[in-house]
Structure formats: structure tokens, C-alpha cells
């Protein structure tokens, strides 16, 4: 069956909040309800008829075509289905997502996957702020489901993550990891400032190092441990280039010492 | 007792009779075939009879690279036993004893299921607070800090209800040589079927058992039926031509695995034939009142 097609008609003139637009609340409704669907986050009211020429097709197949930095939480507590983008998205892209697939040709704005406890998430382009992190007052940041950004991530990437895996294959902004409870992150190019900032436990997987590693990470040697066999084969069905990295000798820090101290940052050893 | 003959070797008419028991199944990893196969062999050790060992455990067949979680050589080792009690108290002592402490070992579920027993999941507190969790793909694996680096075990195995304990094939044959050949060809076969094991040493059994004894202490005792230095003292089941019985013992995870195995046993010794190998085969019953299970040899032939 084809998808469900929603073709941007021009830039939004403000934000939208395109969190009804997800395949269990689509399933069932007209083309005439789904473009009644009101999408504004100001008092000046917009449908999804205003901003999109819908197709209609099956609701658990989503494709929006075209795309904007204003389009905010798409895929948001998504629970099965699949939803592609072909372009950029706004902020908090996939947040509370539980299951199925989305997948963003273009970049995501700050806190996407946020708070997700499952499925996946594919950014082709670049990923901003506090990727997977919890928003201001959340004790946990993304506990579960598997991120990819074929690109690069802004700061605090993995903020508290909790659990899941969350790989970057291009660099990562400062501080990525902060406050990890527990999870795997795998940056595949340089990183940022102070990886793993007061992490309690997890794993942080550096492909190239870090602007500048904390000094309450402490240096454990070079392992060849079964367990980064095990996480390359997971890591592998999603990003292959992620995998790589954890086939290379890794070097252990064990940290951050200033928390709890339990977690670990393994930096690729350059050749 | 023997009314079928097939390439000179004869063939009783009876059934082997088998019981429902509770199985589990496990993957051994190791740096290389030979530390895994160390490990398996270890853990399996004294795993002949649930009668005097708990379980009954052997190795089931060994796995490529490509066949293993951590894509190392590995081992694929079967347990049985009576309760799910028994089976959650061997699969644990037997691992923590004879896989934790085995170089460069890991351990992982063998089987899928609803029900499960706790493997990692009881085995973690060796980590002393230091072990690490990682949920991959919807299992929990544990990594506990062992002196050569970690030993990695996943939380839980499968466990299966639907096991069959006790598939047997009685090999009869001229002389001690003849039989013994006779027996390791059908062992050879059988090694080639899935989810099965044949827990006694190297596949065989010399010393098959009577349920009950002359003294009241001892549960089993020699099976004197079948002992060829005793045709002329008791009621015996063998004919003049038969100087010694070797029997294979089958456990598998489905009644359809054991029978599988046992007509790859009773091929093998039939294609041996009377001359090198086997002259009868047959098998062991209660009658047919104790075990639910019942494979007919006529039913098995090839």
C-alpha cells in the first residue's frame, strides 16, 4: 500500500507542532479529518490542510515531503510505523517516541529524541542540542531505542541517558554524555570538551578522541574486551562505520570520579 | 523378540520409552574452538543421569564464528532434568564453577521461549557491585570484572517444558569390538542432529539399569537381562549370538528431535551391518506404563 503523503506547501509562517501527525492517531481518519488537524503553537490557527497537500495512503506509513526547522516534535510519541522526512526538522524530533521508525533526510533541531524508550531514529544531516537529553525538570534523558546521525551532534549529546544507543558518525559539541546514567553513545569523529561530564555509568565510545578529556577520567589501559564484540555486531545492523571503531584497540577511562564513577570511555587508539 | 531383519541386522519389535523432562540450552564463547570446547566440556562433566548427577547435560554441536553473539568459536550445550528447580540449580552452580572460571569465556542463551531461567541474572553478584548491565536488542547482557578482563553472560535462557528424556537404542552384538564399532557409528550419526544429546561417555552406555535391586538401599541395578555373561543364570533377553550390548541414551529439546536421533542411530547401524558391527537392535521399556513417550524401532527404519 503507499504511503500517506504530505507535501509542504511553503515555509510555515511560524512553528508547528506536528506531534498529532503520527500513525496511531492518523490510523482510521478521512483525508477530510486529517487536514482539519490544527498544527499552530500561536493563536493564529493553521490545519494541516493549510500547510500540506495530503495524499492519502496508508497512516502507518508516513512520508512528509519538503521540509522546514519549523516543523517541531514530528514522530513525537510515535509507538509503530514508520515516518520519513525529506528534510529538516524543527525541535524535539521523535521525543517520547516508543516504537517504530522515523527517519529525517535532512537536520534536526535541539532535544530530538528526547525522553524515546524505543524504536528508531535515522538523522541523515545533522542533529542540534542535547540530542536524546530530558527537558528541564526530567530526571532521565532517552531510555531506549537506537539513534543514528549520519552527521554531526551539537552539546550534550546523550544528556542522562538512561538507556539505548545512541551513535554519531560524524563529531560531537562539548560535554557529550553529561550526566549519563547508564546507555551506550559511540562518536565516531573528534569530540568536544569534557566527554561523559559526571556520568554515573554507561559507555562512551570515541572514535577520535576528545578536545579535552576531564581529569576525574581515569586512564584503566588498552582492552580487547567481549563485550565491545558484542556491541559492534548490535551496532553493526544500524551504522557500520560505528562498528568500526569498536573493533580498533580502545583505550579505557573509567569515570567521571567526580560522580558516581562507573561509567567508561573508550578512545579509539590512532593508528 | 526380533521379527524384522534389514541388512542382516535384526530388529526387534519394541519401543524405546521416554519421559517429559524440563531442558534448557546455552552458547559457550571462547578466543578459540579449543577454550570453548574446555569450558562445555567442563560444565557437562558428571552430567551422565539425572539419577546421581542432577542433569543430564552434554554438548550439542559446535558453532562457526558467524553462528555466535560475540562472533567468536563456540559451543552449544544442552541441559535436562526432572524439575524446573533442579535445572535452575545445575545450570547455575555448573556455570559459575566450570564457565565463569574458564579463560576468555562467555556464555549466552541457546534457546528462545516464553519461560526462562536466570543465568547472568543470578551470576552478576560475582561482580561485587562492579558488574555492568547492556540491554541489546531486547536482552540483557551482564559483564562481570574477572581477573583476565570480564566475563560476559547474557541475564537470561529459554526453557522448555515440551523435552524428552531417556530415547534409547540397545546395540547387540557379537563380540565387544564388533558392538563397540556398531555404537560409535550410530553416535557419529546422531551427533549430526540438532538439539539433541547423548549424555553418557562419548555417547555410549555399557552399564544399562533395571529399576530395584536385590538389596533394598539401591534404587537400580545391573540390567541382568541383558548381561551376556549372565544368559545362563537369569531370564535373559539375549540370543546365543550375542556377546556383549552397548546402549545410546537420547535426550532432546522435542519428541521429534529424539526420534530423528534415534533413526539416524538405527540407519547407521544397520548400513554397518552384521558382519563389522551389529547383529540386533533394540530398546528399552517399562512396559510402556511410566513414560508417555514410546518410538517404536519398526516405525524408525530406513
Known sequence: MKPLVLTLRHEPPERLDLSPLVPHRLAGQTAAEIAAIELQTT?????????????????????????SDRLDRVGREMSGGAIVVEGDVGIEAGRLMAGGQLSIAGNAGPMAASGMKGGRIDISGDAGDRLGGPLAGETAGMRGGIVVVRGNAGERAADRLRRGTIMVEGRAGPHAGSRMIAGTLIVRRRCGAMPGYLMNRGTIVLGAGADELSPTFIDGGIHDLVALRLIAAFVGDHSRKAAAILRRPLRRYAGDMAALGKGELFVAEQP | MPNLMVNGVRIDDTFAE????????????????????????????????????????????????????????????????????????????????????????????????????????????????????KRLAGRRFWRVPVMDGEFVCEGRTGLTKAAVGGGNLLIMGASQAATLSA??????????????????????VRSGSKVGSKYPKAPASTNDAYCPT???????????????????????????????AMRAGIRAVIRLGPRKGAVRIGAGNYGGKLGPHHYHLKDLLP
Open chain 2, 230 to 260: 549372565l544368559k545362563a543364570a537369569v531370564n535373559t533377553a539375549l540370543d546365543p549370538d550375542i556377546a556383549s550390548v552397548l546402549e545410546i541414551v537420547i535426550d532432546g529439546l522435542t519428541s521429534g528431535a529424539v526420534a530423528q
Open chain 1, 43 to 67: 493563536r493564529h490557527k493553521i490545519a494541516v490542510g493549510d500547510v500540506f497537500r495530503l495524499r492519502m495512503g496508508d497512516a502507518g506509513q508516513i512520508r512528509i515531503e519538503g521540509g
Open chain 2, 18 to 133: 521416554a519421559f517429559g523432562m524440563r531442558a534448557t540450552a546455552l552458547v559457550i564463547t571462547a578466543d578459540s574452538a579449543r577454550w570453548a570446547r574446555q569450558a562445555a566440556e567442563t560444565m557437562t562433566g558428571f552430567g551422565t543421569s539425572v539419577i546421581g548427577c542432577g542433569c543430564e547435560t552434554a554438548i550439542d554441536r559446535e558453532l562457526a564464528r558467524t553462528q555466535t553473539p560475540d562472533g567468536r568459536p563456540g559451543i552449544r550445550v544442552l541441559l535436562f532434568a526432572v524439575s524446573t528447580a533442579e535445572l535452575q540449580k545445575q545450570l547455575q552452580t555448573r556455570v559459575a564453577q566450570c564457565v565463569l572460571t574458564s579463560p576468555g569465556s562467555a556464555c549466552y542463551a541457546g534457546l528462545d521461549g516464553p519461560e526462562q531461567l536466570k543465568l547472568g541474572d543470578a551470576l552478576r553478584f560475582f561482580g561485587d557491585g562492579w558488574q555492568i548491565s
Open chain 2, 183 to 204: 555404537a560409535e557409528a550410530a553416535v557419529t550419526a546422531i551427533r549430526a542432529v540438532d538439539d539433541v544429546i547423548m549424555p553418557f561417555p562419548g555417547g555410549i
